[in-house]
């Protein structure tokens, strides 16, 4: 058996017998681990605190020879971020980020870079304006996507090369894996998008993520940019992003209670459609 | 190979029982087979009467041999508070503590974004009905002190908002017996904002 330290992030737990968890971790060296933390369901456990998803932890973990999955020896938090925890908001652009990672993630060939960034992520979720949350997201998305070698292509069609000009019809396509020209798009149906949004993904890839809280980005290119997540990670990953769908319930509850707030008297009740609707 | 029919049939049972593989299954097999008659004949029938007897309180969604629960019906509860747990079992744990005398909702679950549990999964419609149509004076949200329990109260919350009703959450910090030393930034924040006077 083989010590050794690793910055990690925690990705999920799961429960293992009465006493023990199985965490999964990425971490900064060593990619995507799996982890069983002794004891770590017991209420006065030292490991508890720390194997929370979304916390940021130094791991000093036991490699084992005959198994795939490691043993925690000790376990240290450098940030809980509890204010992604206390602002349900961020807890669920928390959510969809970490499951982004367990989904396009795979074992240990993951560059420490990729780390870096997700760690970065996590500390501008915690404080980044609100409103500058599905552009830091948006920025997340291709940035990763752009290290793990799924970039959508934009230089051109996907199917004929050809350029795209500016006052030329363009259309994104998620299984086709990025921009298609008006013709090519009659056979392969992508969605009709404009070329500020192609603009828009090319520099979300390179901006400087201090900088995300100080763009503007007009409401067309915002829900243009969702076929992202909606449309072209599902079809990169083979799967849907199941906390996605979490992220617009929460948008729908906040702009209920906004509105909720602004209309009428305070004690009005938020109306929630699904709820309502039974 | 030499296999004994009733023996297997017990194992692949057993062994779809949560945390059971199949060695325990046989560990627990050849205890019964071991035993007596008796035993066997009161486990036999402690499974049927759970089979039979237990349902879901249509009001709190606890478990009960009786729908309202005895809990629901219990006229000397305080009806204006409502404990709302994850699981059934949680209202054992508060009931053995004997300090808490209002009413509990059973929400079947958290909200895990990642597992695919949504708000709409559990049982939040339920709660917004009781408080819409009963006195709620306070709704105490007694959920997992996790992240899912969390993003469960966070949003239990925002909805309760705006309806005259005080939303509290159960008190998070150091556990009985515990070790400072060993407190993370969280725990400690938690017990440091609900310190009270000596």
Known sequence: ?278 | MYTVKSINKLVKEFSNLPGIGEKSAQRLVFFISRTSKEYGKRLIEAIREVMEKVKYCSVCGSVTESDPCPICQDRTRDKSIICVVEEPWDVFVFEKTGKFRGLYHVLGGAISPTKGMNPQDINIGGLLKRVKTHKIREVILATDPNTDGQATALYIAKLLKGRGISVTRLGMGLPVGGDLEFADEDTLSHALEGRRAM
């Open chain 1, 1 to 278: 058996m083989k010590l050794y330290k690793t910055d990690a992030i925690v990705l999920s737990d799961s429960d293992l017998g009465d006493q023990d968890k199985i965490i999964t971790l990425l971490s900064h060296r060593y990619g995507k681990i799996r982890a069983v933390a002794k004891g770590a369901r017991r209420l006065k456990s030292r490991f508890a605190p720390a194997m929370q998803m979304l916390s940021y932890v130094t791991a000093v973990l036991y490699k084992s020879k005959r198994i795939e999955v490691d043993t925690f020896n000790e376990c240290k938090i450098n940030s809980s971020f509890l204010g992604i925890r206390n602002e349900l908001l961020r807890l669920a652009y928390g959510y969809y980020s970490i499951e982004l990672i367990m989904k396009c993630v795979h074992g240990a060939e993951t560059p420490p870079f990729l780390f870096d960034l997700v760690l970065k992520i996590l500390f501008l979720l915690e404080k980044i304006p609100k409103e500058s949350l599905p552009v830091l997201m948006r920025s997340f998305e291709l940035r990763m996507l752009t290290i793990l070698g799924y970039r959508p292509y934009l230089a051109g069609c996907v199917e004929c090369h050809q350029k795209v000009e500016k006052n030329r019809r363009v259309f994104f396509s998620g299984y086709e894996g990025g921009i298609l020209c008006a013709n090519c798009s009659k056979e392969k149906r992508g969605k009709l998008v404009s070329f500020e949004t192609i603009q828009w993904m090319k520099f979300l890839r390179t901006v400087s993520l201090d900088k995300l809280a100080n763009l503007k980005l007009s409401h067309r290119v915002s829900e243009e940019l969702k076929i992202i997540p909606k449309s072209y990670i599902p079809h990169r990953v083979g799967e849907e992003v199941l906390s996605y769908t979490f992220i617009e319930t929460v948008q729908a509850l906040e702009t209920e209670v906004e509105t909720a707030k602004k209309t009428s008297s305070p004690s009005t009740e938020t109306r929630v459609s699904w709820i309502d609707q039974e």
